[in-house]
C-alpha cells in the first residue's frame, strides 16, 4: 500500500544531508564548546558557524541568535522573559486567540499571577484585526505576539504592520514564525520584530532544537539559570549537534523555497480544486490565495462527518493527516483556532488538516483525492446529521 505522509506541519523527518552535517558531531567532534582545548574549539567553532548562518537568512546578527530546545521554548523565553523583565512598568500584554498552546499557555500562566491580558479575535479566513490591536494596546503594554503563520490553517499575518503599531506604543514585538521558516520568506528587518522563534523539526532538522532571535538591546528575563552559556540567556550545555543540524536545516530549505514554494501551491491547487470537484459540503478553513495561505498547508472542513474518523479511515488506506494541532488531538473539543475563525463547532469537529512538505508528490496527492470520496460518503452515509439534511 502506498504511504503518503501529509502531516508536515506536525514534524518532519530529517533530511538525509542533515543528518549527515550532525553526525561527526556525535563522534569525533564531541567537544564541550565550553571547552579550552581542541575538541571544545571545534565544537565552538561548529556553534558560531551555525549562528552566522542562521543570522544571515533571517537578516540578523549573529548576536541576535540564541539557540533553544525548539519553537515551545523560543515562545516561552520571548513572552514569560518579556513580561517579567517589563513587569514593574507594563504588565499588559497582547495575543490572538488563534496561537499556538506554546504562546496561549504562557499568557495564561502569566494572567494567573496578575499580568492583564489580551486575545484578539480573527476573522472567517484567520486574519487578526490591526484595528482591533490599535484599540486595546496601551502605554502598559509590555508584549504583542502575534504569529507569522497559523499552524492549523497556513494563514499568514500582516505582521509588518501590527509589530509597527506595537512600535508607535513603545511594546515589544514577538512573532512565532515555526511554521513560516524556510517556507516563506522571513527577514526580521522587513516584519520589523523584536523576538521571533523558530524549530528545527519543522524544516527537516532534528526535533528537540530551536532559535529565538532577539533584538540587539531588546531586554528579557532568562528562564534558565547556571553557565554563561548564549550570554547567560539560556543556561546549559549547547546541543552542538542539533545546532548544527539545525542551520544546516534552514540553510537547505531556504537554498529551495522559492521552487518549492511554487511547487506546493500547484499541489494545493491540485489539492482544493481536486477534492471540491469531487466531493459536496467541503469548505477551505483560511484564505484560498496561496500568497495569503503557507501553501503546503491545507485545512478543509468536511460536512456532517466528524475529523476523527477520517483520520482514522485515512489511516487504514496509509494517509496521514490530522485534525487540528498534534499537541491537541486526541481529544474530541473544537479547534481553538478554527471557533475563533467563527467556523461552526460541527464543521470544526469535521475538519482535517493536510500539510504537504518536501517530500510530497503530485502522486501522494491524486492518490489521497481518489481515497478521500469513497470514505467521506460511507462515513455520511452512516452519519443521522447527513440523512437530516438529504
Ligand atoms: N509554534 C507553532 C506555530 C507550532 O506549530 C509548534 C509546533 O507544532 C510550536 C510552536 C512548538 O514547537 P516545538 O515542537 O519545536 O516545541
Not at 512598568?89 to 492583564?116: C, D, M, P, W, Y
Not at 520568506?185 to 520584530?193: F, H, P, S, T, Y
Request: net charge negative; hydrophobic share 35%.
Amino acid at each position: 500500500m502506498r504511504q503518503v505522509y501529509l502531516d508536515n506541519n506536525s514534524t518532519t523527518p530529517v533530511d538525509e544531508r542533515v543528518l549527515e552535517a550532525m553526525l561527526p558531531f556525535y563522534k569525533e567532534g564531541f567537544g564541550n564548546a565550553s571547552s579550552v582545548h581542541h575538541w571544545g574549539r571545534d565544537s565552538k567553532m561548529a556553534l558560531e558557524e551555525s549562528r552566522e548562518k542562521v543570522a544571515s537568512i533571517i537578516g540578523a546578527d549573529p548576536s541576535e541568535i540564541y539557540f533553544t530546545s525548539g519553537g515551545t521554548e523560543s515562545d516561552n523565553i520571548s513572552v514569560i522573559g518579556t513580561a517579567w523583565y517589563y513587569e514593574k512598568k507594563r504588565n499588559h500584554l497582547i495575543t490572538s486567540a488563534i496561537e499556538h498552546h506554546a504562546v496561549l499557555s504562557s499568557v495564561q500562566f502569566l494572567a494567573k499571577r496578575g499580568f492583564q491580558a489580551d486575545y484578539l479575535g480573527v476573522d472567517n479566513e484567520g486574519f487578526v484585526s490591526p484595528q482591533e490591536l490599535r484599540g486595546k494596546i496601551t502605554d502598559k503594554t509590555s508584549l504583542v505576539s502575534i504569529m507569522h503563520a497559523n499552524n492549523e490553517t497556513g494563514t499568514i499575518q500582516n505582521i509588518q504592520e501590527l509589530a509597527s503599531i506595537a512600535k508607535e506604543h513603545g511594546a515589544v514585538f514577538h512573532t512565532d514564525a515555526v511554521q513560516t521558516a524556510g517556507k516563506v520568506k522571513v527577514n526580521v528587518d522587513e516584519l520589523g520584530v523584536d523576538l521571533l522563534s523558530m524549530s528545527g523539526h519543522k524544516i527537516y532538522g532534528p526535533k528537540g532544537t530551536g532559535v529565538v532571535y532577539i533584538r540587539k538591546g531588546n531586554k528579557i528575563t532568562p528562564l534558565s539559570y547556571g553557565g554563561h552559556h548564549e550570554k547567560k540567556r539560556r543556561a546549559g550545555t549547547e546541543n552542538v549537534p542539533g545546532i548544527v543540524g539545525f542551520a544546516t536545516a534552514l540553510e537547505l530549505a531556504e537554498s529551495i523555497r522559492e521552487t518549492e514554494h511554487k511547487r506546493l501551491a500547484l499541489l494545493a491547487d491540485l489539492f482544493i480544486d481536486g477534492i471540491m470537484t469531487k466531493i459536496p459540503n467541503v469548505y477551505l478553513n483560511g484564505p484560498r490565495d496561496n500568497e495569503k495561505r503557507v501553501p503546503s498547508t491545507v485545512n478543509l472542513s468536511f460536512e456532517f462527518i466528524e475529523g476523527e474518523s477520517i483520520i482514522l479511515s485515512l489511516d487504514m488506506k496509509g494517509v496521514a493527516v490530522a485534525s487540528g494541532s498534534a499537541c491537541t488531538s486526541g481529544s474530541l473539543s473544537a479547534s481553538h483556532v478554527l471557533t475563533a475563525m467563527h467556523v461552526p463547532v460541527e464543521l470544526a469537529q469535521g475538519s482535517i488538516r493536510f500539510s504537504m512538505g518536501r517530500f510530497t508528490t503530485k502522486e501522494d496527492i491524486e492518490y489521497t483525492i481518489n481515497a478521500l470520496p469513497e470514505i467521506v460518503e460511507r462515513l455520511r452515509s452512516m452519519s443521522p446529521l447527513y440523512q437530516k439534511s438529504s
